[in-house]
């Protein structure tokens, strides 16, 4: 809870971001974010990534559009390679940027990095929630930045969910 209210102070006093600019939030691996083999556990590691969306979503427009379409902010699938360990009290980054986004989905990209080595990196696809379920990214941009459009979809992107379209057609909900 203290990092998530640091962030918000900080977001809330500090510079704002357009749409497309990196999130970059000092970082340290406290106790709390150790497992029993003393390294960054790796659902903590989603969980600090939250806090990178939060900011994102905080120093952009992407805020105002939110609470004027009275919209909450969900995930919907993440893709996380932890490439190195991270101990106690290691400092590092975590970097948070908009990829691309489609019809349906909204796709982000988030690193842990320290010295300047990724340790994790993770993709994100989500979106926004109304009262009247999910708002495709065409209406969120389109209030929040309007007149922008999305950077080309990488093909890492594409087979991600052509593979997550394969696993449901085999194992429907």
Known sequence: MFRTFWIWLAACLGKKR???E?????MTVLPNDLDIF????????LQVMD????????RSPLQKAMNEGKWTPVV????????????????????????????KWIYLEQR??????????????????GKDGAVTPAEIFAAAAPGLSSPPVPDFILRWNETEFLAKKKNPD
Do not use: Q
């Open 18 to 20: 357009g749409m497309l």
């Open 51 to 58: 806090l990178g969306r939060f900011d994102l979503i905080l």
């Open 22 to 26: 990196t999130s970059v939030l000092p």
């Open 112 to 129: 842990l990095e320290r010295k300047g080595d990724a340790a994790v990196v993770g993709f994100i696809k989500g979106t926004f929630v």
């Open 38 to 45: 003393l390294h960054l556990n790796n659902g903590r590691a």
């Open 76 to 103: 919907g699938s993440t893709l996380v390679r932890y490439r190195r360990p991270m101990h106690l009290f290691d400092p590092y980054l975590l970097k948070t940027r908009i990829v691309c986004w489609d019809e």
